[in-house]
């Protein structure tokens, strides 16, 4: 009765309630709606307008996240993240990217940061005289868009890129919940050279099997890991047990999030070098 007196309004209440919940990750949470979602689900509604009428060349660029081995201070590789030119507030792409998606603009716009990404570090590569690791987020419909992983396993000749200096990283929450013919496609990706890595690792539930048998080669940390390790030593438990698992599969961990001298400091004392 606070809300509405509106059977429409209340369903739509509570489809906002359902969508935030979904959004966060937490799929056997629960959310009871407020008026501050009301004014969420209007700013989403004018930046799915802004993304409508977007065009990737013209109204996307990209920022790029240097990635660095600590134990011999050396930039290795560059993350690639895409954002919306002229935006008041910049929006993060763990909100353009689903949105995208759901507008059925991830084919144009994967395609186009592929391709940016490449010839930029293409250019880097050339001035520095070695070769930069690129990483790129797959979204759950590119794994399984058969016209964008053709031209992902073709790109990279174009501009010097061998597959072993892409890693493609997918989130966790997308295997725990994958079809087979997700697992088909990172199996080949695999086989063809490219780098696996799994996102948010350790932040939600775990598929071990799935990560052995994909082949994945790289497990980044959850944020919300890498937040609490100086705090929490029940939390360096964790990390040195995921430590010990991955250097038994010969996988690669790295530390991303990190904020300050000590969460360094403290990743180097477990062992971990890449961050």
Known sequence: PHDSDNAAALLQFADEAMYMIKHSGHKDGYGM????????????????????????????MLKYQPQYDVSVNKLVGVEVFPHLKEENEDVSPSVLIPLAEELGMMNPLG????????KQVSEWN???????????????LQIVDNDYIEFLENVGKEYGIAP????????????????????ATLIRLRKQGFNLSLNNFGGGDINLSYVLECGFNGLKLSRSLVKNVVDNPMTVKLINS???????MD?????????NEEHVAKMEEIGI???
């Open 111 to 118: 395609i186009w940061i592929t391709r940016t990404a490449m």
């Open 242 to 248: 995921i430590i010990a698992i991955a250097d038994s």
């Open 126 to 140: 050339e001035k520095l005289g070695r070769q930069l690791m690129l990483t790129i987020n797959l979204s759950p």
């Open 164 to 183: 072993s200096m892409v890693t493609l990283d997918v989130d966790n929450e997308v295997i725990m919940g994958s079809v087979e013919s997700s697992k």
């Open 251 to 259: 996988i690669v961990v790295t530390a991303v999030g990190i904020e």
């Open 273 to 275: 070098r890449t961050m």
């Open 33 to 60: 709606f407020d008026a501050s979602l009301e004014s969420d689900n209007l700013k989403n509604q004018e930046l799915k307008q802004k993304l409508y009428e977007s065009k990737p060349d013209k109204d996307f």
